[in-house]
Each structure stands twice: as C-alpha cells, then as structure tokens.
C-alpha cells in the first residue's frame, strides 16, 4: 500500500505562487508515474500534471507555462510549483501514483490539498 500526502495548499492573491508538495511511503517511488489533478466544487476531476520515472513531463494547456511538476526521488516527493494563480485554479488538488505508465489507472491518490485564489 502506497500512501500519498499533500501539502502546500492556502489562499494566495491573483499573480502569486505557491508550491504543492506530495510525499510518498513506495519503496520504488521512483519507478512511479506521478499525477496532479484537481477538483473545483460543481466540477469534475481535471488532469493538471504528470510526470514519468524518466522525469519527462506534461501539462495541461490550461496550465502550460504557469505551472510546472517536478520530482525529488531522494525525498520520494513530488512538487507543483504555481505561478501567476488565477482565481480559476481554485480547487482542491490532489497527487497520484500510477504503478504502471502504460495504463489509464492511477492506482493510489492522497487526500487533497486546498487552493484558493483570490481576484
């Protein structure tokens, strides 16, 4: 069992940054694929970021330039580090470990951390 927790979340004004992190218990976290998505209240779950053992990465064109994921495998972590936030990036963000890259599935997920953006 994989445990996922985030951390990072706050209230930030239009134009700030913050940085998400997501630590890992996986003994092969490093063999992971790691996902960010997030959830705004009404809305359906939405694929913000992911990120391959090999480091290669995608966004999501809403997020492209702005956002940018990252990996630490010293730490088993993984980061969503957000500039120029605009109130539309409110939600409830959440990390993923996918075991297998070549599949849909994300096999674990944390709990969730809160952003909110202010205008």
């Known amino acids: 069992q994989v445990q996922l927790v985030e951390a990072g979340g706050g209230l930030v004004q239009a134009g700030g940054s913050l940085r998400l992190s997501c630590v890992s218990s996986?003994?092969?976290?490093?063999?992971?694929?790691m996902g960010w998505f997030r959830q705004a209240p009404g809305k359906e779950r939405q694929f913000v970021a992911r990120?391959?053992?090999?480091?290669?990465?995608l966004h999501a064109d809403s997020v492209k330039g702005r956002f940018t994921i990252s990996r630490d495998n010293s730490k088993n972590t993984v980061y969503l580090q957000m500039n120029n936030l605009k109130p539309e990036d409110t939600a409830v963000y959440y990390c993923?470990?996918?075991?297998?890259?070549?599949?849909?599935?994300?096999?674990?997920w944390g709990q969730g951390t809160q952003v909110t953006v202010s205008s």
């Open positions: 993923a470990a996918k075991l297998n890259p070549t599949t849909q599935l994300y096999n674990y």
């Open positions: 990120i391959f053992s090999s480091g290669n990465t």
């Open positions: 996986g003994r092969t976290f490093s063999t992971y694929t």
